[in-house]
């Protein structure tokens, strides 16, 4: 299967950890997005990369969180000090460069924080 | 980005169309229909796009009013493994992000 991998798939740590999740992306893609799902809502944006550069940012994105794509493949999502209302579920998309090109998610990292 | 309407649950029998309604009235002529379903534990995955043409693929097909102010996705013939989220997203051509709101339950029943 080459579609999006996220490591882990399951996170529990206490108040106050810092974690750190990892998204591999379809080869080819350039373009990873993050988004934060809570039980019962839709997605929700948090950021977006296009190569190396993040291109946009949520507010919902905290100073405690933060994200990289250091060599344009895999990227990398920090929350530091976690909270109890970080727990939710983290999934990452990447889709190709072209206009329109459809979001492909990876299967999501489920945080939380006790 | 337009807001999209969508019915909080619907049911369908197995082996039904199953069809699932769309309003975005205040849709722009440069902005795109997209679908997606999520399943219980898993990410949203993508079913279908589209303008303002119908549009078929092996999943699913859309179908986009001539005013454009609503769509319909269907799936021809329903499983089980349908019953998911439906999110129907409006989506600027050109832009990066979509916007998700809280879709449709749809349960496929036997």
């Known amino acids: 299967d080459t579609g999006v991998s996220q490591d882990p798939r399951h996170k529990i740590t206490k108040r106050g950890q810092n974690v750190t999740f990892r998204c591999d992306p379809i080869s080819e893609h350039n373009r990873l997005y993050w988004y934060r799902q809570t039980l019962g809502q839709g997605p929700e944006f948090l950021t977006y990369f296009q190569n190396e550069a993040q291109l946009e940012k949520s507010r919902l994105l905290s100073d405690r969180f933060s994200a990289e794509r250091p060599k344009g493949s895999f990227s990398t999502l920090e929350i530091q000090r976690t909270e109890q209302g970080d727990s939710a579920m983290y999934l990452c998309a990447s889709s190709l460069p072209a206009t329109n090109s459809p979001l492909h998610f990876g299967n999501g990292t489920r945080l939380t924080v006790t | 980005d337009a807001k999209t309407t969508q019915p909080t649950s619907m049911d369908c029998a197995e082996g039904r169309a199953a069809n699932l309604p769309c309003n975005h009235s205040t849709i722009s002529g440069n902005e795109y229909v997209y679908w997606y379903r999520q399943i219980h534990s898993q990410g949203p995955q993508y079913i279908i796009h589209?303008?303002?043409n119908n549009e078929t693929n092996e999943m699913a097909s859309l179908i986009i009013t001539e005013d454009r102010k609503s769509s319909t996705l269907i799936l021809p013939h329903a499983t089980l493994r349908d019953t998911a989220v439906y999110y129907c997203?409006?989506?600027?051509?050109?832009?990066?992000?979509?916007?998700f709101g809280q879709g449709t339950r749809l349960t496929i029943n036997p």
């Open positions: 997203i409006v989506r600027l051509q050109g832009a990066q992000k979509l916007v």
């Open positions: 589209g303008l303002k």
